[in-house]
């Protein structure tokens, strides 16, 4: 994950929760947004902040710490911190996990999700190629 615009929000001891413990995918989880279970992110500044934009794969924080992945068909605007965004290149393999299953979070460099993206398009066209033609 890359750090959202509200990762300063956090304490730095939760932070290091976040990226330390693993999270529970729970039944909670639609075409809208993931939401997941463990350690809940502690809050310095602000639970509810002003409506913006929002983005697939955002990672917002409502008042109770536990985060929510934004999924396909989230909302144009929401009003939650954003501690980071999934990366593009695992954002198909994370969608396709069950609930109950645990998940890590991991924060990359722009660079590292850059290098990750260009993967994940070889990967893709690598299989495209192999299809075969009817």
Known sequence: MLPGPQFHYFSTASKKEFFSTPYLITKQTD???M??????LENLVNSNIPSEGIIKGA?????????IILLSDHPTTGG????GSIISSDYDDLIQQNSNKEIFFQLVTLEAAEQQFAL??????????NIEKI
Do not use: C, H
């Open 120 to 129: 994940y398009v070889e990967k893709i066209k690598r299989k495209i190629a």
């Open 31 to 33: 075409r809208m947004g």
């Open 59 to 67: 990672i917002q924080v409502p008042g109770d710490g536990n985060p």
């Open 35 to 40: 939401r997941v279970l463990g350690k809940s």
């Open 80 to 83: 939650y911190p954003k501690v």
